[in-house]
């Protein structure tokens, strides 16, 4: 593939959000405008620039993909985001949903914070080295079971699990906070929606939005687990 520029790069990005997103229905302006800040292409290795602002997942290696950019605004703009929350994201990846939730908390100016988990320590290892060097200080990534949450910062604003499965760890729904959000694909290996779960007191309201197909969950309360599906 012939190398672009950033000049290049940028304008591919911002035909990203004005031809892709805006048109398919991403309507939150907060949510447009990280996604044309957050540089997509950093975030896949530089003989896939070229493609990166395509509106399709991208391999990142180990049988994982970085999402589609409308998958990663639609999710985001499901979270509800205003500035200043705390939110859990579950398969972070190489980091670029990471990238734009932090964007959506605060920046990097630690008004807001995203605590990301990934099971693979190499790619955690990658997702965390890419905040730094794009300066975003208000994320923590680790590598563990992610079906279990991170009780450590509970409760969360927001819990996106960028991972899919038949049913939704029960772990993540105590840990929301009151009128919290969780986001995440359930469904079998074929066919999922995205559950928007949000939180009021002890009861958990559920709506059902995009159809998509996401890389499995993988944990002790996933495709495996004894956890009940939540209705």
């Given at each position: ?16 959000v ?6 398919r ?19 896949l ?6 493609v990166?602002?395509?509106?399709k ?12 950019p409308?998958?990663?605004a ?8 205003g ?6 994201e ?7 949903q ?12 630690g ?8 099971r ?7 997702c ?16 563990f079971?992610?079906?279990?949450g ?5 409760p ?17 729904l ?7 959000r ?10 999922q ?5 949000t ?5 958990f309201?559920?709506r ?7 890389v499995?969950l ?13 209705n």
């Amino acid at each position: 593939m012939v190398a672009l520029s950033e000049e290049e790069l940028g304008a591919a990005r911002h035909r990203m959000v004005t031809e892709q997103l805006a048109p398919r229905g991403i309507k939150d302006a907060r949510v447009l405008a990280a996604m044309e800040r957050v540089p997509r292409h950093r975030f896949l290795p530089p003989e896939q620039w070229p493609v990166a602002y395509e509106d399709k997942p991208q391999p990142i290696g180990q049988g994982q993909t970085i999402s589609q950019p409308y998958m990663v605004a639609r999710m985001s703009e499901l979270c509800a985001l205003g500035g200043g929350e705390r939110v859990l994201e579950i398969g972070a990846g190489s980091g670029y949903q990471t990238a734009v939730l932090a964007e959506l908390v605060g920046g990097g100016e630690g008004k807001g914070e995203v605590w990301a988990v990934e099971r693979l320590p190499a790619l955690a290892e990658r997702c965390e080295a890419r905040m730094r060097e794009l300066g975003y200080r208000n994320v923590k990534v680790a590598a563990f079971d992610g079906t279990l949450g991170w009780p450590e910062g509970a409760p969360w604003d927001a819990i996106l699990c960028a991972a899919g499965a038949p049913r939704v760890p029960t772990l993540l729904l105590a840990q929301l906070a009151e009128g919290g959000r969780l986001i995440i694909p359930v469904g079998d290996r074929e066919e999922q929606r995205l559950a928007v779960i949000t939180r009021h007191g002890d009861e958990f309201e559920t709506r059902w939005d995009t159809a998509c197909r996401f890389v499995d969950l993988i944990g002790r309360y996933a495709w495996d687990g004894e956890e009940p599906v939540h209705n």
